[in-house]
C-alpha cells in the first residue's frame, strides 16, 4: 500500500526537480559565468567556476554608467509608483463610490486598455511624446507607461474598494465628511494591501520595460538598465564574462525584490486574471 | 407644525446641495488625472495610428503624402511580414498547445499549501519577473555556438557545435523554448488560484464516489477551473501577439530576417527606418488581431455562462 | 447493512491528540449520532470512517471486514457534506449520477436508480437544473439522492442540517428519520446541536475533547447523565448545576436538577426572587435569582408571575442527579440503572 503511494509521489518529484533545473539551470549558468575567464567559460560553460575571479563584478561596480543606468530605472520606476497609484486610485475611488451620468461609459473607456498591445500605437506615441518635447526625458517613459498601466489599476483598485463596507462611508458622511476627505482618511488607509500590490505590479513592469525607453530615450545619460544592458552587450561581445556579470548584478535587485514583494505580485496577478 | 416641515425641507435641501457640491468635486478632481493621462498616451496615439498609416510619411512636418490603403498592400506584400505571422502563429501555438498543459500539469502538482509546494510555485514563477530583455540575454548565452551550454552539449555528444540562433530551422524554436521558460509559471500561479479555489470537500465527495485521481483531475478540477483556464489562454493569445523583448536580444529577427514576430517586424522595418506609416499600418493590423482575439473570448465566455 | 466497529482509535495532527483513544461499536441498522461541542473530534472520527482520514493508530471495521486502511470508495460507505459538496459544473441528474458512472454501471441500471432516489426525494422536476439554481433544501436532497443511489450499507451524515434556516431544519429532520425508517441502513451523523440528536438518534454518543462522554439512547442519557459534562450538554433549557452546602447535603460534590424538575410557588425550603419570565406559550422559562445561585426553571405556560416576586421553591428528590469530584455520577440504584439501559439499547 505504501509503496503504491511511494511511486506516484516518487515520480511527481522527479518531474519537479526536472523543471527546477530548466528553470534555474539558466540563472546558475549566468551567475557562475561573471566568475569565469573567458577561456574558462568556453571550456566550462555550467560547472562552478574553478577560481572565483571577481573582477569582473567589481569591475561594473565601479563602473559609474552601470550605476547611472540603475538610478535612472529607479526614479522612472518609482515615479511611474507613485503616479500610477494616486491616479488609479484616484478614478477608481470614483467609480466604486459615486454614481453619475456616464460613470460606466467612462469606466469602460478606460478598462478597453486592457486588451490594447502596446506595440500598436508606438510609432505614434513616439511623434506625440516628441511633439510634446518630452523626447529623451524621464517624463517619456513615465508618463506613458502610467497610462498604459492605469486599466489593469483602475480595475485592480475598484474592485477592492468595492469590497470595503458601505456603512463606513454612510457612517462617515452622516457626520459631515465629504468625498474627497473620506477617500484620503479612510479609503486609501485602508487599502493598503490593493495600494502594494498594484505599486509592485507597476515597479515590476516599469524596472523591465524595453520598448518604451528604446524608442523614446537617445542620450546614455538617461538609459534605463535594460536600454544600458543592451549597450555593454554590443561593446563586449565576445566577452560574455562581463555580459553576464552585467546580467546578474541587474536581475539581482528583481529577485531580492521578487522575494520579498511576491505575495503582491501573486496577488495582483490572479487577482486581476481572474476578476477581468 | 408648518415649521417643523420648513426647517426640515431646508436641511433636506442643503444636505442635498452638500451632496452635490461634495460629490461633484470628487468627480472633478480625481477623474480628470486618469482620463487625460489615458486619452493623450493610450487612446490618441491609436487614432493616430489610424490616421498615419494612411500616409507615407517619414515623420518630420505633417503628414501629407496620401496613400490610402498603400501601406496597408505594402505590408501585405511583404514576405517577411507574412513570416513574422507565421512566427506568431507558432509563439502562440506553442503557447496554447504546449506550455498550458505545461503549466496546468504542474499546477496541480503544487497547488496544495505545503512549505515545499510554495517554494517550488516560487520557483516556477521566478523567470516571469524578470525582465525579458536580461532573460533573451541570459539564453542567447545558453544557445551560443562557441561558448554556450548548447555548444558543450553537442561536443558532448561528439557532435560539432551548431549555432542555433543562427540556423534558420532552429532559431525560431529556439526564441519558442525561451517563451515557454518565461512564461510558464504565470500561467501555473492563474491555475494554482483557482485550483485553490475549489472547494476541497468537492474532491472528496468524488472520492468518495469512487473517482480515481485523474478522474477527480477531468470531471471536478479541470471543469470548475475552465474560467481561469479560458484567462490564461487569452493572456497567452495577446502574449504572442506582442512578443518582442525577448526575440531582441536572442536573434534581433535574423537570422535574415526569419525570425521576426509582428512587433520586431514593426520595430524594425517602421520605426528603425522611420517609415511611420507603413510602421502604423502594421500596428492597425496587430491592433485589428487583438481586439479580434478579444471579442472571440467575450463570445465564448458568454457563451460558457449561459 | 453493516455495523462499524471501531478499536482504540487514536488520531494525532502533528503534534496535536485530537483523539487519544477511542473505541466504539455502531449497531448494525442504527441512527447513531455523534454530538458535541466544536473541535471535540467528532467530525475527525466520521471523517475516518469515510476513508478521509486515516487513524494513526487502532482499527476500523465495517460489516466484520477491516477497512482500516481501505479507499473511501471500496468501504461501502456514503457521506453527506455540511456544505453539501455538489458537483456545481453538473445538472442534478449528473450529481446524482456521477458515481455510478465512474462505477461503469450498465446505463439502463443507472436511470434506474437515479429515477428510484428522485421518487423518493421528490427530486424529479429538478433533474436538469444545476446546483445553483436550488433552495438549501433542495440541494439537501441532492446530497441524499448521490449517497442512496449507491446503496451503501452506512451513511454518513456530517452537519447536514446546519446550513438550512430553522424551519427547514425541522422539515429536513423529519424526511431524514423517515429515509432511515425506510432503507433501514446505518447510519452516522455528525451534528453539535443536541436537539438533533434527541430527535433522530437511536443511539447518542456524546463525545467531548476527543473523549467519549457517554453511549446511551436519547432518554437515557436525558435522564441518567454518567457525567457532569453529558448534564450540562444534553436538555434544552440546561440543567441546573448546584455545588456547595446544597450538594453536600445530598452527598455530592455537585448536584444536577432539570427546569422542569423544580416546583415554584408558595412552599419550599429555598427562596428566590423571578428575574426574568419568558412566555412560550405552552410554558414559560422562569429565571430566578436565588441563594442557590441563578436557576432556570420550566413551569406553565399560563402562569401569573411578575419580575421581582420573591418566591419558594424546591427540587423534586426522586430527579435529583448527583456528582463526584470527577465529575462522574454517583449512582443509587446502581442495578436498576445498568439493567434498563440494556434493555434500551436491545429492546
Same mark, same amino acid.
Request: proline share 5%.
Given at each position: ?45 555550467? +560547472? ?22 540603475? +538610478? ?126 498594484? +505599486? ?27 536600454? +544600458? ?48 | ?306 | ?16 491528540? &485530537? ?12 441512527? &447513531?449520532?455523534?454530538? !458535541?461541542?466544536? !473541535? ?194 444534553? !436538555? ?17 460534590? &455537585? ?93
Amino acid at each position: 500500500m505504501i509503496s503504491a503511494r511511494l511511486i506516484p509521489q516518487l515520480a511527481r518529484l522527479a518531474i519537479l526537480l526536472i523543471v527546477v533545473t530548466f528553470v534555474l539551470g539558466p540563472l546558475t549558468v549566468a551567475v557562475f559565468g561573471g566568475f569565469k575567464t573567458n577561456g574558462e567559460l568556453l571550456a566550462n560553460p555550467f +560547472g562552478i567556476p574553478s577560481h572565483w575571479n571577481t573582477e569582473f563584478y567589481s569591475a561594473l561596480l565601479n563602473d559609474p554608467s552601470f550605476w547611472k543606468y540603475l +538610478g535612472n530605472s529607479l526614479i522612472i520606476s518609482l515615479s511611474t509608483v507613485v503616479l500610477t497609484l494616486i491616479v488609479a486610485a484616484a478614478a477608481a475611488y470614483v467609480f466604486a463610490q459615486i454614481r453619475f451620468f456616464g460613470s460606466k461609459m467612462l469606466m469602460s473607456y478606460l478598462l478597453a486598455g486592457l486588451v490594447f498591445p502596446f506595440a500598436t500605437a508606438i510609432l505614434p506615441l513616439f511623434i506625440k511624446v516628441r511633439d510634446f518635447g518630452l523626447l529623451d526625458s524621464y517624463w517619456a517613459v513615465i508618463l506613458p507607461q502610467t497610462a498604459f498601466g492605469l486599466s489593469l489599476s483602475i480595475l485592480l483598485f475598484k474592485t477592492f474598494f468595492e469590497q470595503l463596507p458601505k456603512e463606513l462611508f454612510e457612517a462617515a458622511y452622516v457626520e459631515g465628511c465629504g468625498y474627497i476627505r473620506f477617500f484620503w482618511r479612510f479609503t486609501l488607509p485602508l487599502s493598503t494591501p490593493i495600494l502594494a500590490t498594484v +505599486g509592485v505590479f507597476a515597479f515590476v513592469q516599469s524596472w523591465n520595460n524595453f520598448l518604451l525607453p528604446l524608442v523614446v530615450i537617445n542620450s546614455r545619460e538617461l538609459f534605463t538598465w535594460p536600454l +544600458g544592458m543592451m549597450q555593454f552587450r554590443g561593446e563586449f561581445l565576445v566577452e560574455w564574462n562581463r555580459v553576464l556579470a552585467f546580467i546578474t548584478l541587474s536581475i539581482l535587485p528583481a529577485v531580492v525584490f521578487f522575494v520579498a514583494a511576491q505575495k503582491y505580485i501573486v496577488a495582483g496577478l490572479t487577482g486581476g486574471a481572474v476578476k477581468g | 407644525m408648518s415649521n417643523a416641515t420648513s426647517i426640515r425641507a431646508s436641511k433636506s435641501n442643503s444636505i442635498l446641495a452638500d451632496l452635490m457640491s461634495s460629490k461633484g468635486q470628487a468627480v472633478l478632481l480625481m477623474l480628470p488625472p486618469a482620463f487625460l493621462l489615458f486619452t493623450l498616451f493610450v487612446a490618441l496615439p491609436l487614432f493616430d495610428a489610424a490616421y498615419y498609416s494612411l500616409f507615407k510619411w517619414n515623420g518630420y512636418g505633417t503628414p501629407t503624402d496620401f496613400v490610402w490603403l498603400g501601406n496597408f498592400r505594402q505590408v501585405l506584400d511583404h514576405g517577411i511580414f507574412w513570416q513574422s505571422v507565421r512566427n506568431t502563429l507558432i509563439v502562440l501555438a506553442v503557447s496554447l498547445f504546449i506550455q498550458l498543459p505545461l503549466a496546468l500539469g504542474l499546477a496541480l502538482m503544487v497547488y496544495e499549501k505545503t512549505p515545499a509546494n510554495t517554494l517550488f510555485r516560487l520557483v516556477f514563477f521566478l523567470p516571469y519577473i524578470l525582465a525579458e530583455i536580461a532573460s533573451g540575454l541570459i539564453w542567447s548565452f545558453v544557445f551560443d555556438g562557441n561558448a554556450g551550454v548548447a555548444s558543450a552539449l553537442f561536443k558532448s555528444l561528439g557532435m560539432d557545435p551548431v549555432f542555433i540562433l543562427a540556423d534558420r530551422h532552429w532559431a525560431f524554436l529556439a526564441i519558442t523554448l525561451v517563451v515557454v521558460w518565461k512564461y510558464f509559471g504565470f500561467h501555473m500561479m492563474i491555475f494554482v488560484a483557482a485550483l485553490q479555489s475549489v472547494p476541497k470537500e468537492l474532491l472528496e465527495a468524488a472520492r468518495l464516489e469512487g473517482a480515481k485521481r485523474w478522474e477527480v483531475v477531468r470531471f471536478v478540477q479541470v471543469p470548475l477551473i475552465w474560467a481561469a483556464i479560458g484567462v490564461s489562454a487569452f493572456f497567452a493569445v495577446v502574449g504572442s501577439l506582442q512578443l518582442f523583448d525577448v526575440v531582441i536580444p536572442l536573434t534581433n529577427g535574423g537570422p535574415s530576417n526569419s525570425t521576426h514576430t509582428i512587433v520586431t517586424y514593426l520595430y524594425t522595418f517602421g520605426l528603425t527606418r522611420t517609415r511611420i506609416g507603413f510602421g502604423s499600418a502594421v500596428g492597425v493590423l496587430l491592433f485589428i488581431a487583438a481586439v479580434g482575439v478579444s471579442i472571440f473570448y467575450q463570445r465564448q465566455t458568454n457563451k460558457r455562462s449561459k | 447493512m453493516a455495523n462499524v466497529e471501531l478499536s482504540n482509535i487514536n488520531k494525532t495532527f502533528g503534534a496535536i491528540e &485530537t483523539i487519544p483513544d477511542l473505541t466504539l461499536s455502531v449497531p448494525d441498522g442504527s441512527f &447513531t449520532v455523534l454530538v !458535541g461541542p466544536s !473541535g471535540c473530534g467528532k467530525s475527525t472520527l466520521l471523517r475516518m470512517v469515510a476513508g478521509l482520514e486515516t487513524p494513526s493508530r487502532g482499527r476500523i471495521s465495517i460489516g466484520g471486514r477491516d477497512v482500516t486502511r481501505e479507499e473511501p470508495s471500496k468501504r461501502g460507505i456514503s457521506m453527506v457534506f455540511q456544505s453539501y459538496a455538489l458537483f456545481p459544473h453538473m445538472t442534478v441528474e449528473q450529481n446524482i449520477d456521477f458515481g455510478l458512472r465512474l462505477s461503469k454501471t450498465p446505463l439502463e441500471e443507472r436511470q434506474k436508480r437515479v429515477d428510484a432516489a428522485a421518487e423518493i426525494l421528490h427530486l424529479k422536476p429538478l433533474l436538469k437544473r444545476k446546483p445553483a439554481a436550488l433552495s438549501g433544501g433542495q440541494r439537501q436532497r441532492v446530497a441524499i439522492g448521490r449517497s442512496i443511489v449507491r446503496n451503501p450499507d452506512v451513511f454518513l451524515f456530517d452537519e447536514p442540517l446546519s446550513n438550512l434556516d430553522a424551519a427547514l431544519r425541522n422539515q429536513m429532520r423529519v424526511e431524514l428519520a423517515d429515509l432511515h425508517e425506510r432503507l433501514k441502513s446505518t447510519m452516522i451523523y455528525v451534528t453539535h446541536d443536541q436537539v438533533e440528536a434527541m430527535t433522530l438518534a437511536d443511539q447518542i454518543v456524546v463525545m467531548n475533547a476527543g473523549r467519549i462522554e457517554q453511549v446511551g439512547a436519547p432518554m437515557e442519557l436525558y435522564n441518567r447523565p454518567q457525567t457532569l459534562f453529558v448534564a450540562g450538554f444534553i !436538555g434544552s433549557p440546561r440543567m441546573n448545576l448546584i455545588s456547595g452546602e446544597a450538594a453536600a447535603k445530598h452527598g455530592a460534590k &455537585t448536584i444536577g436538577v432539570r427546569p422542569e424538575h423544580i416546583e415554584l410557588g408558595e412552599h419550599g425550603p429555598w427562596k428566590g426572587r423571578l428575574r426574568v419570565a419568558e412566555h412560550l406559550g405552552n410554558e414559560t422559562i422562569a429565571y430566578i435569582d436565588s441563594e442557590l445561585g441563578e436557576l432556570i426553571v420550566r413551569i406553565n405556560g399560563d402562569h401569573k408571575m411578575k419580575p421581582g416576586e420573591v418566591l419558594q421553591f424546591q427540587f423534586l428528590q426522586e430527579h435529583l442527579h448527583r456528582f463526584d469530584e470527577s465529575g462522574r455520577r454517583i449512582h443509587r440504584e446502581q442495578t436498576l440503572v445498568t439493567g434498563s439501559a440494556t434493555k434500551l439499547l436491545h429492546p
